[in-house]
Structure formats: C-alpha cells, structure tokens
C-alpha cells in the first residue's frame, strides 16, 4: 500500500513539474503611471512567469532617481488544475527632469538563459501640486480613482440623439470595496431614458494616457428639446477604497488601510444647435433621424359596411417618439375613425430604433371607388444636414356591393317628392311588408333541450369524481397547504408595503410595521418596543433554526438603513420579496 501511495505522488509530482516547465518564460515590464509631473514617483514592476530564475539585472535608471526598492515578492497558485507563479522586482523611481523617456530593458537568468523584458515610455511634465504629505491615504486615493462622465457628441442639432456614459475609472494600486450614488445627474432641457445593461463588467482602459480599469455605472440616452447651452450637472459617488500602506505582512502581503472619500464627474456642456430653416418643408412636425415612410391599405376591394385598414408607419432611428404622424385625407363618403397607435421602440446608445404607426379603419357607405390622395412624411437628416420628404402612392378603394350614391339632375323640372297623405276616401298605401307568426309549436320531446338534459347526469358523474379527487389529493398534501397558507399569511401581511412600492420612506415604515405585527400575532408579544436580540431570543426558543433567524433581521436592519440611502425601484422590489420569504419560512416553523 505505502508503495503505491509512493507512486502516485511520484506521478503527481512529475505532472507539476510538466506543467512548470511547459510554460514559456517572460519577463514582463509595467509602470504605475505613464504621464506624470517631474515632482512626482511611480512604480516599476518586472515580473517573471516561471520558477527558478536568477541572477535579476536591472536596467541603467539614468534618468530617474531610485527612491525605494527593489522589493521582492512571490506568487504560487493552483486553479482548476492549473498552476501559475509570478516573481517580481519592485523600484519606486522619481524623474530628475522633463521629457520623454524610455526605460531600458532588464534581464534575468533561467535555465541557462538570457531573458529580457520590454521597454516602457514615460513622458515627464511640469511640477504638479502635491500636498505635504505625498503618502495621506485620500490624497492616493484621489490620484487612482477618477468618475468621468463621457458625452457621445458636445454640438447635436434639437432632436437628435447622443448618450452620457458615467465611467469610474480606478487603477491596480487600490482596491474598491463598497460605492454609492450620492447625487444622480439632472437631465434639464432633455428628454431622456436610461440605457439599461447587462451588469457591471469591469474592462480595461485608458485615462490621461494611463492604464485603468474602469466600470460603466450609468448609460443614458438625451435628446436635446431646446436649442442652446445645456448643462448636465455632475455625478457624485461615496467610493471605500482600499490604499496601500507601503507595509507588508508576514507572508509579502501588501498591509492596507480603507478610507471614504467622495468623488464627482465634471459638469457636462452641450450646445444644441437649431434646425436650419432654409428649405424646410411645411409638413415638418420634428421628426430627426434616420427613416423610411409608408402607406398601405389591408383591402382595396370590399362590401359596403365592409372595413378596412389605412396604415400610416415610419421605421428607422431617431426621436421616434417625438414628433406626430402625417394625417390621411379620405372622400367624405368614407367613413373613418379615430387611429390606433402603436410603437416598437427600442432604445440603444445609437438612439430610439423601431417603428411608430396609425392605423386608421374605414367603412365605406355606398358603392363605387374612392381615391385616397396620397401622403407625404418630412424629417431632417442630421448626418447629410438636409430636410428629406418621402411622398407615398394614391390608393384606391373600390366597393363592388351596397347602395347606390344620390345625385343631382340638371333637369330643373324636376317634381318635388311628397309624403302620401291618407284618408279615408282615398286608396290605402300598399303595404310591402308583413309580419307571421306561425301557429305550430315545436313539442320539447326529441328537442335539442330535451337530449341535453337527458346526457347531463352522464357527464356531471364523471366531473365530480375527478374534482372529488383533486380535492382528496390537495387535503392530503400537507407540505402543500402549510406553503400556500404560509404564502397567504404572508400576502396579507405584507399587503400595505406592497401598495407603497415606490415610495422608499412609506414602503419601508410599512414593511417594518408588516414585520412587528406578524410577530405580535404569532408570539403574542409587543415587538416594536423590543431588541433585536429579544427577538432572536423569543424565536429560538420557539426552535426557529438560525439562518431564518437572521435573514428576518436583516430585513429589519434594511428597513432603517434604507431611509439614509438612496433606493431605487429596483432594490424595494428585492426588499419586498425578501420579506415574503422570511415570513413564509417562519411561519413553516411557527
């Protein structure tokens, strides 16, 4: 047995050793900062992928001053059966004057050869102001982590689409524990819809010339509805961030300290511009984008009283929902009512893309054909920066059957009609219609009636075995009817929070007054004027296990946490349905 146990490690261990040595050694170079003001340091980091080398020769420093290191450190590690190490050289370097600079390659020794690293390009500004102490843990902060609002385009034309994109730009040298939205952007003079996303990736980056990492924490679309200088007031964000101490632990691990710092976004100018007035069309109703204009009839043959259906659509991108529809123009002896609108808009950082259409329905009254003149759609082309007018066919009704439409002769002998008047002496008006009534009665024997009532206990049997059943089945589901009443028990508790979703400071007073009544009624105590350390000891001794226990306090503690927070609809939603569940798991216990 001990033998065995000896070969398999032999073979673990060569299979680690394999997977060592399989890989390619590179020797690789990264800066902290690329840009900097010559009073100003930044680290430099050589990193070896592969075990065993030696002998690290840094480069010739010329012309920066080495102000700390280097410092060495070591990282093993073994994931999803695959092995990674790196072991890196640190400097700390300060510039010693302005300008362009390129630090030159270092080198290190394995296995018997020589590998160098790349260069790095630095570019030396004018002195910046740094405080008196370099190393104040909100002044690192500041200079690592950056909100930046980006704007798609600063000069649109009234009713054309841009986007603002808020990115939190942070850089390896810190970490980013918790944030916060403090103050949302205000949006005056625009019309605007979120873009929504799918989660927070965080992807890699430049700011200044420097390499980030950066997160988009908000997208939204604006369509200018003014002309003239419009602001977009700035984000602010309550960030904890982690800060380097320049300290290490026992094992080489970089020793931080966590400070809140609050951070904003630059106010944002555009200038919308006016739409020309040059050439203009007369239709113009605002319509900016990108579109496509058309005009269809469902039926162009049918019956009097018979209808049918005008569609007047506009597809494309752009301010879809902000401008109106061409009206059509029918003869008199059509009649038509009131449209339907319908919309499939969808909205992308490229604008609004989709459709807008009317749909008219129209009945004819009398027989014969009827044009309907066509239909023109104006919208300006804020890419070619002219007004373009799309003009659609004439259609034509044409109703085969019903009556005929009066006309007017131009015999003007013509004799006026009048009604007959009658009298006794004179000849009745003939009579053109009759009303019968038949004199036989159809007997109820063999009748529809009589089959039915005679094959209704055959079927009714049958239904009320099988619901019997179904009633045996559900009584005997005990789990079953213990969830729906505790999900019952629940809706009713909590039916007053539901009602005031969306208001935070209401929602949350009612979900924590659902919370305490629930209690009350079950464990027959006053529990709003009680501990949370009461509560968890009158629910343990009602043997309520622990996990419940405490997702019912902290439901509690989100309640009076939310009223100093900004909550959006989302969170209350997830709020809500979390208290749901808490009080359908307690009352399975209860």
Known sequence: ?????????????????????????????????????????????????????????????????????????????????????????????????????????????????????????????????????????????????????????????????????????????????????????????????????????????????????YAVLHKALLIPTKAGKLTIDPMKMDIIVAVPTGRADFFGNVITRQVRKEFSSTKKTIQSKSLPTLNKPKNFTGAVGEYSFDVSLSKEILKANESSQIKISVKGKGNLKLFELPKIETPKELEVYQPERKEKVSITSNGLRGSVTDSYTVVPQYKGKYKIPSTSFSYFNPKENVYQTITSKDLYVDVLEGKELATNSDNTNNVEKRDVKMTDASFRYIQNSSNFHSKEHSDFFKSPLFYTLLLLPFIAIPLIIIIYKKKEERDGDVLGNKQRKADKLAKKYLSEASKQLGNKEAFYEALERALHNYLKAKLKVETSDISREKITQLLEEKNVNSASISEFIDVLNDCDFARYTPIDNTQMNQEFEKAKQVITQLDKQL
Request: hydrophobic fraction near 35%; charged fraction near 20%.
């Open 1 to 213: 047995m001990n033998k065995d146990i000896k070969f398999y490690i032999l073979i673990l261990i060569s299979v680690f050793s394999l997977t060592i040595n399989a890989q390619e050694s590179v020797l690789n170079v990264s800066v902290s900062k690329n840009k900097l003001g010559v009073n100003q340091r930044f680290r430099v980091q050589y990193t070896i992928n592969k075990q065993g080398a030696d002998n690290f020769k840094a480069p010739n420093f010329v012309n920066f001053k080495i102000v700390g290191g280097p410092s060495q450190s070591v990282s093993q590690s073994w994931i999803n059966g695959k092995m990674s190490f790196s072991q890196s050289y640190t400097y700390i370097l300060q510039p010693k004057r302005k300008g362009e600079f390129d630090l030159p390659e270092a080198s290190i020794e394995i296995d018997d050869k020589i590998i160098k690293s790349g260069t790095a390009k630095i570019i030396v500004l004018d002195a910046v102001d740094i405080p008196k102490n370099p190393n104040d843990p909100e002044y690192i902060a500041s200079q690592n982590i950056h909100l930046v609002a980006e704007i798609s385009k600063s000069k649109p034309y009234v009713g054309e689409g841009i986007y603002v994109e808020y990115r939190l730009y942070f850089s390896e040298n810190v970490g980013i524990y918790d944030n916060a939205i403090t103050q949302s952007p205000q949006y005056n003079g625009f019309w605007n819809q979120e873009i929504k996303r799918n989660g927070t990736p965080v992807k890699e980056g430049t700011y200044n010339g420097e390499k980030y990492r």
